[in-house]
């Protein structure tokens, strides 16, 4: 079964951190640009960060200097490194690779 799953969101104070993982199954991970996107409350979706097959990575200005996204081919898995964390980072962020969704996992950045 071809999917992805992210797991490590959660409740953060403001200037906290969290990493975020997107573990992949059924797809060569290797072969696909790998992208994280955040979806907030009555917003659209869009896109946080992104990492190219040999690791060039892109940032919205948002998060820029604050996230790292990265990945481990040989894991089948992506991450997305969350520093200085502040409360407008509130939202559901997503996997995307290989046209596939994950399924989501919310972070809340909140005192």
């Known amino acids: 079964q071809v999917q992805l799953v992210e797991s490590g969101g959660g409740l953060v104070q403001p200037g906290g951190s969290l990493r975020l993982s997107c573990a992949a199954s059924?797809?060569?991970?290797?072969?696909?640009?790998i992208a994280w996107h955040r979806q907030a409350p009555g917003k659209q979706r869009e896109l946080v960060a992104s990492?190219?097959?040999?690791?060039?990575?892109d940032y919205s200005d948002s998060v820029k200097g604050r996230f790292t996204i990265s990945r481990d081919n040989g894991k089948n898995t992506a991450y997305l490194q969350m520093n200085s964390l502040k409360p407008e980072d509130t939202a559901v962020y997503y996997c995307?690779?290989?046209?596939?969704w994950g399924q989501g996992t919310l972070v809340t950045v909140s005192s």
């Open positions: 995307h690779s290989g046209g596939i």
């Open positions: 059924g797809i060569i991970f290797s072969t696909y640009v």
């Open positions: 990492i190219s097959r040999r690791g060039t990575t």
